[in-house]
Each structure stands twice: as structure tokens, then as C-alpha cells.
């Protein structure tokens, strides 16, 4: 089945390192999304990418890194310059052009700083 | 950039019972696409239901359906016949057609089932 795979579910960090969350997606899709999520705020997009070796700075992009040296994977790493990571990260991806035009999310990961 | 409204933090429904989620947003483009995500317990992503902006006809899939207004750009959702399992925050999103790369989310309505 076709679908968003991130992992781990679940990421325990202490402060001052860096970590890397996993997205993997078979879709197809040419555009993926990494977005945060915390509580009483809905979505904040942190990165997105249309194509391979390009990616775009969202909303919230500071202390965050991306790459995209494949279609299917967009991992994003949270550097210890981001000053409150405790949240839930959602990636995402869609079609670009013609398509369904929604977007497709993977279960998420549950980043907590100790 | 546009924006998303759902001005309903949190709404509660008797079961069986039919409820209406707001959503209003800002736009100068006429093409664009609207949905409506569910996020239950898991935090999973669910589409509920899209619709195209050039579509006059409100869009349905089975218990759900959509109030679009396109002049006062309103979107509102309507679960009829609500059950146990609808509880969950809903998501309001849009996407441009013309510069269709990104999409902007409101912030969510919390639904509560009462059996």
C-alpha cells in the first residue's frame, strides 16, 4: 500500500543535541512538507519541498535543516538552535499540477527535549 | 498570504445529532481548492472532504457535506447523524491552484460526541 512513513514515533532529545526525524513516502508525490504542531495552534509549516535538491523555508524555519536528495525522503534535522523542539512533527506530500491536490500525512513523531 | 479562520475552538454534539464546523478564509485568487482534515486521538491525518473553488455544486461523502460560499468565502462542515468515532479536532485548509505549493491551515475545531 501507498502511504507516509515517518519515524521513530516517538524522539527523546537532550537539550544541545541535534536530531533527525525520518520521512519516507511511495506516493510518488513531488512535493513534501514538514509541518509542527502544538497544542491551540494548528499547523506550522517548517519546510517544503517541490523537487529533489531544492526546498523552500516555511513559516517557522529557524533552527530547523532539511534535505532532499531523493524523491522519496525528507529528512528534518532539529538543531539545538531551536529553542522550544518539544512538539509533534507531521510530514506530508502531495502532487504538484494535476491530481487529487490534497495532501497525504504519515503518522507523525513525538519530539520531547529532556 | 492567505489566511484560515475557524473561529470555534471547541464544539460538542449530541450523538445522531447533526453539527455544523465554521471556516472562513482570505483570498484574492479564484481558483484554489478547500478541505476539511480530521485528526482523531492518533493524530493521524484524515481527508474528510475537498472542493474545487470552480465547483458550484457543494461537495459530499456520505454523512459529510460542505456549505461553500464562494463570495464570503465560507466553508463549513456538516456531520449529520454524528457517532461516537467523529470526535476529533478538524482542520480547515486551503491550497491555490495557481501557486499550489503550499497550504494554509486554520487552527482547528475540537469536536466532542456526547453519547
Known amino acids: 500500500d501507498g502511504g507516509i512513513t515517518q519515524s521513530p514515533k516517538y524522539l527523546f532529545r537532550k537539550e544541545g543535541q541535534n536530531v533527525t526525524l525520518s520521512c519516507e513516502q511511495n506516493?510518488?508525490?513531488?512535493?513534501m512538507y514538514w509541518y509542527r504542531q502544538d497544542p491551540g495552534q494548528g499547523l506550522r509549516l517548517i519546510y517544503y519541498?517541490?523537487?529533489?535538491?531544492?526546498?523552500q523555508k516555511g513559516d517557522i524555519a529557524e533552527g530547523y535543516s532539511v534535505s532532499r536528495e531523493k524523491k522519496e525522503s525528507f529528512p528534518l534535522t532539529v538543531t539545538s538552535a531551536q529553542k522550544n523542539p518539544t512538539a509533534f512533527y507531521l510530514c506530508?506530500?502531495?502532487?504538484?499540477?494535476?491530481?487529487?491536490?490534497?495532501?497525504?500525512f504519515g503518522p507523525g513523531t513525538r519530539l520531547t527535549v529532556l | 498570504a492567505q489566511t484560515v479562520t475557524q473561529s470555534q475552538p471547541e464544539m460538542s454534539v449530541q450523538e445522531a445529532e447533526t453539527v455544523t464546523l465554521s471556516c472562513t478564509y482570505d483570498t484574492s485568487e479564484s481558483d484554489y481548492y478547500l478541505f476539511w482534515y480530521k485528526q482523531p486521538p492518533s493524530r493521524q491525518m484524515i481527508l474528510v472532504i475537498r472542493q474545487e473553488a470552480y465547483k458550484q455544486q457543494n461537495a459530499t461523502e456520505n454523512r459529510f457535506s460542505v456549505n461553500f460560499q464562494k463570495a464570503a468565502k465560507s466553508f463549513s462542515l456538516k456531520i449529520s447523524d454524528s457517532q461516537l468515532g467523529d470526535a476529533a479536532m478538524y482542520f480547515c485548509a486551503y491550497r491555490s491552484y495557481f501557486t499550489g505549493n503550499q497550504f494554509y491551515f486554520g487552527t482547528g475545531t475540537s469536536l466532542t460526541v456526547i453519547p
Open positions: 506530508a506530500s502531495s502532487t504538484l499540477g494535476e491530481g487529487r491536490h490534497e495532501q497525504f
Open positions: 519541498s517541490q523537487i529533489v535538491n531544492d526546498f
Open positions: 506516493l510518488n508525490h513531488d512535493a
